[in-house]
């Protein structure tokens, strides 16, 4: 169970509480206004969609917000912006490897932003290829654990092409090949299990252990990041244990 997992978890728990719930409803409306610009507006003929639309719905974004985002994407309303999609990697301290997912309509200030959070964070951009390579794109899907048994998931997600079932704690991370994702999300519903999300991540090949000191050092660097309107996605192969993580907590 990578410590990342883990770290996403607890912060998840807490983004629906926080004062960052505005930030997060943000990134949820910009990921359906690019999925519908990229594979047009009908969530059912568009599995990316439909999604990034459940997602916002698990997160209790309006339905008037999501609609709106939906139909700028699609082209039936005016205002859509032009979002691209920028890699960045990077260096955390303890040699903690990031990849760091941008959807802005301002290069520039991306770039900028991530810079300056990884530099006054004790961390450093690396050149391309330089960090990607230490993950692989996965299919991940996260199933509430209320409601559910190990035995039900692990049946129907395995059945339909997952890798992996892992236990978050109140929550099951089911793992597959990117490509599977929709196959495995289908299994589950028909299973009559439901889920929180289903999306496409980079998920570590290899992880590097963290003490306390460090866990700190990464953790607040990480947060840095996701301050940014234009970050999207963290993704970090560190390793916490449970102890380190209480310790933080």
Known sequence: MSGHSKWATTKHKKAALDAKRGKLFAKLIKNIEVAARTGGGDPEANPTLYDAIYKAKKSSVPNDNIE??????????????????????GYAPGGVAVLIECLTDNRNRAASEVRVALTRNGGSLADPGSVSYMFNRKGVIIVPKEGTSEDDVMMAALEAGAEDVNDLGDQFEVVSEAGDLLQVRKALQDAGIDYESAESKFLPTMSVPLDEENARKVFRLLDALEDSDDVQEVYANFDVSDAVLEAIE
Do not use: L, S
């Open 68 to 89: 709106r985002a939906r139909k700028r994407g699609a082209g039936e309303e005016a205002g859509g912006a032009d979002w691209q999609t920028i890699m960045y990697e």
